[in-house]
């Protein structure tokens, strides 16, 4: 099982960076690949980033590539995403998921979700 629990959402201003954490406190971690989506009010969830289960591999959406990077460790079972030169655009509830198909931008390749964490970009 399971239990992923976001953290270090908040507000901050255009160009400015946050990190945010996803730590699991189940026992399956290093078994999942994991990912990060986002959903801005009104849209539908949307695919961030997402990164295999060894940590050595990970993908990005093209909206945020060259500015976000995932990483894992899995000794700490957490999953982070350190996100660089943020746009008001990037508003919007962070989610982090865990599924056993990397490479997937579909939320239904997931199978656990966080309850999510908000992000907040000023002009």
């Known amino acids: 099982q399971v239990q992923l629990v976001e953290s270090g959402g908040g507000l901050v201003q255009a160009g400015g960076s946050l990190r945010l954490s996803c730590a699991d406190s189940?026992?399956?971690?290093?078994?999942?690949?994991m990912a990060w989506f986002r959903q801005a009010p009104g849209l539908d969830r949307e695919f961030v980033a997402a990164i295999s289960l060894s940590g050595i591999s990970a993908f990005y959406s093209d909206s945020v590539k060259e500015r976000f990077t995932i990483s894992r460790d899995n000794a700490k079972k957490t999953v982070y995403m350190q996100m660089n030169s943020l746009k008001p655009e990037d508003t919007a509830v962070y989610y982090c998921?865990?599924?056993?198909?990397?490479?997937?931008?579909?939320?239904?390749?997931?199978?656990?979700w966080g309850q999510g964490t908000q992000v907040t970009v000023s002009s």
């Open positions: 998921a865990a599924g056993s198909s990397y490479r997937s931008t579909f939320e239904t390749d997931y199978d656990y």
């Open positions: 189940g026992r399956s971690f290093s078994r999942y690949a």
